[in-house]
């Protein structure tokens, strides 16, 4: 059985999900989300997120990893410590040898709820749907289960268009 970490990230909350695939099956493993002190330095806040991924990771034994795209707002100190988040989710999987893919949040949403404009209130509903006995206590979590989720499906329908080999 395939499992799959999916992560929302951010440096204030990062959501992280695990969830496991058997053909087309889906199921619920873990989630939550790693939150790092807003009066810790910069570097100490990504130091603290690296170190909880690389624990997650180690405890989970992910085969793969996806990681959610950063989207640009007014704020562009905001989206500059948004994409230093962004960088460590990326760096930690490939550190312990996971393939990591990138999904930008309308593929996530289109994925899951079927419109790339799904508010946050749909997805959660629509991965307690998809994930039968999640108990989702944070939106990051949702949507860190939906990158979960979208990659299992993009990834279904990549190898089913791999050429066969002749």
Do not use: F
Not at 47 to 74: G, M
């Amino acid at each position: 059985m395939l499992r799959l970490l999916g992560v929302d990230p951010g440096l204030r909350h990062t959501g992280w999900g695990i969830i496991a695939v058997d053909g087309n099956r889906l199921m619920h493993v873990a989630d939550g989300v790693i939150s790092t002190d807003g009066a810790d330095s910069v570097p100490d806040r990504l130091r603290a997120l690296h170190d909880a991924l690389a624990a997650l990771i180690a405890a989970h034994a992910p085969h793969e990893a996806a990681v959610e795209e950063t989207y640009v707002n007014r704020n562009g100190t905001a989206t500059l410590k948004l994409g230093y988040a962004r960088g460590v989710a990326l760096l930690a999987p490939a550190l312990a040898g996971i393939p990591v893919a990138e999904y930008a949040a309308k593929s996530v949403k289109l994925s899951v709820v079927g419109t790339g404009g799904a508010e946050k209130a749909q997805v959660a509903m629509m991965v307690r749907r998809l994930l039968p006995g999640a108990t989702i206590r944070r939106a990051d979590a949702a949507d860190a289960l939906a990158v979960a989720i979208c990659h299992a499906h993009h990834r279904a329908t990549a190898r089913r268009w791999v050429p066969s080999r002749l």
